[in-house]
């Protein structure tokens, strides 16, 4: 079974919004870049949207596909499409997350990320290099 998430890169200068998963979502206490699963019907840009609207309560204007991979755990496989965020408007809220950071890719390591992350954490080390 392959599982289809959108995630958000979020950027102010050279850091990232990244966000703690709370006590009350799957893994919690992990660190991930927002987003979520995509919905029958819609397509990977407008989940992006609803998920940053439900996520964090703000409206984004959504950009370009930044990266884009599967990514196999035991039991289950996600395809995983992260879309740069030009801009937002509203103020960051505290829905899934009990905690936003801004940090930049050097600090990334010191941030617990789920597994599933790992492979554009790499990408956005490489491209910032």
């Not at 709370?22 to 919690?28: A, C, F, H, L, V």
């Not at 039991?75 to 950071?101: Q, R, W």
Request: with cysteine.
């Amino acid at each position: 079974m392959i599982i289809t998430v959108t995630g958000a890169i979020i950027q102010e200068g050279n850091k990232y919004l990244i966000g703690r998963r709370g006590p009350d979502e799957k893994s919690p206490g992990l660190w991930e870049f927002p987003g979520g699963k995509l919905e029958e019907g819609e397509t990977r840009e407008e989940c992006i949207k609803r998920e940053l609207k439900e996520e964090l309560c703000i409206d984004a204007d959504i950009g370009e596909l930044y990266s884009e991979y599967l990514f196999k755990y035991p039991h289950i496989s996600y395809k995983l499409y992260f879309y740069i965020v030009n801009s937002f408007t509203g103020e960051l809220k505290y829905n899934a997350h009990d905690k936003l950071e801004w940090a930049t890719p050097d600090q990334f390591d010191q941030y617990n990320f789920l597994p599933g992350d790992e492979p554009l954490l790499d990408t956005i080390r490489n491209n910032d290099a």
